[in-house]
């Protein structure tokens, strides 16, 4: 399983943008996908997972009421939708994909990881 995150970018203070975890490959909707996120200096962070068919789902404190994840199975791609930005959530984002969601936080527990795209909030 081959995974491409897309729409990073620069964005203002308190703006939006929606993250995609596209992937390639075989049986992409027999896997759950994160979202995780690494500042410059700090370890990598969960943010979020998904389930295979929408459900569960997990969002973590820090984001929990300014993002939600989707997926698209016939498009074979997640979204991370983020409002509200803050100059903290300045980050490089990552997606990456395992069989199920239990343990999500753990980083070590994905076995498929994209090469991540930059978020940068400007104050």
């Known amino acids: 399983l081959h995974l491409v995150e897309s729409g990073g970018g620069l964005v203002q203070f308190g703006g939006s943008l929606r993250l995609s975890c596209t992937a390639s490959?075989?049986?992409?909707?027999?896997?759950?996908i994160g979202w995780f996120r690494q500042a410059p200096g700090k370890e990598r962070e969960g943010i979020s997972c998904?389930?295979?068919?929408?459900?569960?789902?997990y969002i973590g404190d820090s984001v929990k009421g300014r993002f939600t994840i989707s997926r698209d199975n016939a498009r074979n791609t997640v979204y991370l939708q983020m409002n509200s930005l803050d100059t903290e959530d300045t980050a490089v984002y990552y997606c990456?994909?395992?069989?199920?969601?239990?343990?999500?936080?753990?980083?070590?527990?994905?076995?498929?990881w994209g090469q991540g795209t930059q978020v940068t909030v400007a104050s």
């Open positions: 990456a994909a395992k069989d199920g969601c239990f343990g999500w936080t753990d980083r070590s527990s994905y076995s498929y």
């Open positions: 490959g075989w049986a992409f909707d027999y896997h759950a």
């Open positions: 998904i389930g295979r068919s929408n459900v569960p789902i």
